[in-house]
């Protein structure tokens, strides 16, 4: 008896091996999507702890202000002492004049960048979106965004306290569903 075998696959044989690969490639694109999504994340956090942290320096800059305009260490930094947030200046904002407004819900800082001056005004409730303007590629507030300024996720707020020779300031960030907090304590510590 002349038995000879066909050499090839049975149809069993090919959905078996259609089935594994699908699993494999399904299984990959799983996990590259997870990865997609958690990168996207961790960039959005690493964004928000620069926005938290440029708060704090603008903080800073105006105790260090202060020093060289030989004023008291704290000034404007105890006038706001409840919530306030920190953003860049609309330029409409260009007179020293009245810095401060009523900050008896909390205030924002907005620091234009052709002068040196922070501007404080009342926190909203609920706080404003950080656009990014077209033309700096800046994060600050914009009352009336024009084609090409686009809106962040981003909402910041900060909070604070005088504590003797000591302010001790908190940034919360806030962003889609996130959100994280900065602290850090500045001292009078040139007295």
């Known amino acids: 008896m002349n038995t000879e075998h066909k050499k090839g696959f049975t149809l069993i044989e090919m959905v078996v091996s259609i089935f594994i690969i699908v699993i494999a490639v399904v299984g990959i694109l799983q996990v590259t999507s997870k990865y997609v999504q958690k990168t996207k994340l961790e960039k959005e956090a690493y964004v928000a702890a620069l926005l938290g942290q440029e708060a704090i320096e603008i903080v800073k800059n105006i105790r260090d202000t202060n020093w060289l305009e030989s004023e008291v260490w704290d000034n404007e930094l105890t006038s706001c002492s409840t919530t306030c947030t920190i953003a860049q200046l609309n330029e409409t904002y260009n007179s020293p004049e009245s810095r401060l407004t009523n900050c008896s819900g909390g205030c924002e800082i907005d620091v234009t960048f052709n002068a040196s001056t922070p501007f404080f005004t009342p926190w909203a409730s609920g706080g404003r979106y950080l656009y990014i303007e077209n033309t700096s590629n800046r994060y600050k507030y914009i009352a009336s965004p024009v084609s090409g300024d686009t809106k962040s996720p981003y909402k910041r707020r900060i ?19 996130y959100s994280s907090a900065i602290k850090q304590d500045i001292y009078d510590w040139k007295q």
Not at 159 to 177: A, S
């Open 159 to 177: 909070i604070m306290t005088v504590d003797g020779d000591k302010v001790n300031i908190i940034v919360d960030l806030f962003w889609r569903t």
